[in-house]
């Protein structure tokens, strides 16, 4: 029942430990070299390119071997029990290698430092550095400090930190596709979660350096931005805090401020030929205004991931979701009619504290309604400290929990069975990411609501980051299978 905590096939949060070097391979000129493994969510991915940045102007190039790293970090994520155990597993491997090779040094950075602080030192003997995600700036005197045989430790909050004015540097990057944060920390207080804790204050970053980096991406050749926050739909830079110019009229007003939907636009508009997608939305932040922009342009992708929770009302006020069942079945109601081609996709908790077998009922039933696409579905695991720690008991056995979370997992696959079975025959705009993982004599790339498609080469000549006319003859299930109809 192992495999259930985390069934969806190819979510951020699946990308477990990948190791990251540039994609150009130029850390030969480099006199020292990092290794780092990113664990979580799409923002520990991002943010680990913030980190290479930092790290390669301080002389440091990136490495995918192990033996010839100097500094090994560990991006980490706490979001639930499961995840804070694969790291601290992974952690026992590099004890032993800094057992035979003394003179390395071991970082833990992310949301398990920001959770565990210098506890973690204790705990986790021989790791030298404890750094949260607001102190990555600090990275090169922690390393230096750690150098000297000190525990080096920041996990200093902030609100205003966004990393706004670092270049990342594109890890394991197809060239193709690159994420783009736009806003830093979380205000919801979901009470099963722990980011608002590891991540600290919502913080929006500036409109113009996010146009700025994507623009940079597209010159550079890259076809695809996904706008990263937690909450993306509660972006906001006031016109106050624009640069003088910015906004019309001699007054800063309200309609001068940069919403979500205004930034969604602005990025849109960088050219035609550059995809954009975004992601997460809470389903009480997503606003009408966001849907009619989507619809607008054509080059932002038709695909919403707005995870439900729960589908009973009672267990979402305890969730501090602060949406109805009926609420969020109306928000899906209103997506299908503005887009009634856009995907839509969830993510489910099954056994919260004090949840029914009716409670239960009510997730599958909302399912069943929401036609997700697709799902990533986990059971309820409590984390310390969080509004349901202190307030809820953790009272679903972990049996149950399973059972249900097994219910709700052979749910997703029928509806994703049908929801790739209703795509057959319709012809879509494939952007071509590289070739497919089983043969290149194929292309592999996504339609605009987030389904991968699959199809042979056929002799046209077609490249990485062209977009392609495809044609939909079968699926697997969980992709698409296709055969080119034109470009
Ligand atoms: N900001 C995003 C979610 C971030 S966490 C949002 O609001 O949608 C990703 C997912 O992990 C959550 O949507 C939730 O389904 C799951 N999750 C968070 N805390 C959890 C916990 N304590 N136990 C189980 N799943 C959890
Ligand atoms: Fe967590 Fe809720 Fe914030 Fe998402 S919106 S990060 S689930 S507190
Ligand atoms: Fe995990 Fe932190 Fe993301 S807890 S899900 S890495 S914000």
Not at 133 to 149: F, H, K, N, S, V
Not at 299 to 325: A, D, E, F, W
Not at 331 to 344: A, Q
Request: glycine letters at 6%; hydrophobic letters at 35%; charged letters at 30%.
């Amino acid at each position: 029942m192992e495999t259930l905590e985390r069934s969806s096939k190819v979510h951020d949060e699946a990308r477990q430990g990948e190791t990251f070097a540039p994609f150009k391979n130029d850390s030969n000129q480099f006199k020292k070299k990092f290794l780092i493994e990113s664990y979580g969510c799409a923002m520990n991915f991002a943010d680990s390119e913030i980190v290479a940045s930092i790290l390669n102007s301080e002389g440091f190039g990136a490495t995918r071997n192990v033996e010839e790293a100097d500094l090994i970090l560990l991006n980490t994520c706490s979001i639930r029990e499961k995840a804070e155990q694969t790291i601290r597993k992974r952690l026992t491997e590099f004890r032993k290698l800094k057992t035979a090779r003394p003179g390395i040094l071991v970082g833990v950075l992310g949301c398990m430092a920001e959770r565990l602080k210098s506890n973690l030192l204790e705990e986790e003997k021989l790791v030298d550095m404890v750094v949260g995600p607001d102190a990555y700036r600090t990275l090169p005197d922690l390393i230096e400090e750690a150098g000297t045989g000190q525990k080096a430790v920041n996990v200093l909050l902030s609100r205003d930190e966004t990393y706004a004015d670092i270049s990342p540097i594109r890890l394991n990057s197809n060239g193709i596709t690159a994420f783009v944060s736009i806003m830093r920390g979380c205000n919801n207080m979901c009470s099963f979660c722990v980011v608002p804790f590891t991540r600290g204050r919502e913080r929006s970053r500036d409109a113009q350096s996010i146009i700025a980096e994507c623009k940079d991406l597209f010159d550079k050749g890259f076809k695809e931005v996904t706008l990263l926050g937690q909450n993306v739909d509660s972006y906001y830079i006031a016109a106050s805090a624009q640069p003088a110019g910015e906004f019309k009229g001699s007054k800063a007003s309200d309609a001068d401020a940069i919403t979500f939907a205004k930034l969604l636009e602005m990025v849109a508009l960088i050219s035609p030929e550059l995809r954009v997608r975004f992601s997460t939305s809470h389903p009480k932040d997503i606003t009408d205004d966001v849907l009619y922009v989507m619809a607008r342009y054509e080059n932002i992708c038709k695909y919403i991931h707005l995870p439900v929770q729960s589908g009973s009302s009672r267990i979402l006020q305890l969730m501090n979701r602060t949406y109805t069942r009926e609420w969020y079945m109306a928000k899906v109601n209103r997506i299908r009619e503005i887009m009634p081609d856009c995907g839509i996709t969830s993510d489910i908790i099954s056994g919260f504290c004090t949840e029914t077998e009716e409670d239960h009922l009510e997730t599958l039933d909302m399912m069943a309604y929401s036609r997700y696409d697709m799902s990533y579905m986990y059971f309820y695991s409590e984390r310390p400290g969080t509004l349901a720690a202190r307030r809820y008991q953790d009272d679903v056995p972990l049996a149950i929990k399973k059972r249900r979370l097994d219910e709700i997992v052979k749910l997703q696959n029928r509806l994703s069975q049908q929801s790739y079975k209703a795509d057959v025959g319709k012809t879509y705009k494939v952007l071509i990411e590289g070739n497919s993982k089983r043969s290149e004599e194929a292309w592999s790339g996504k339609t605009s609501h987030s389904k991968v498609l699959v199809f042979a080469k056929q002799g046209f000549d077609f490249k990485k980051g062209d977009y392609a006319m495809v044609k939909v003859t079968s699926t697997t299930g969980g992709t698409l299978i296709g055969e080119i109809a034109g470009s």
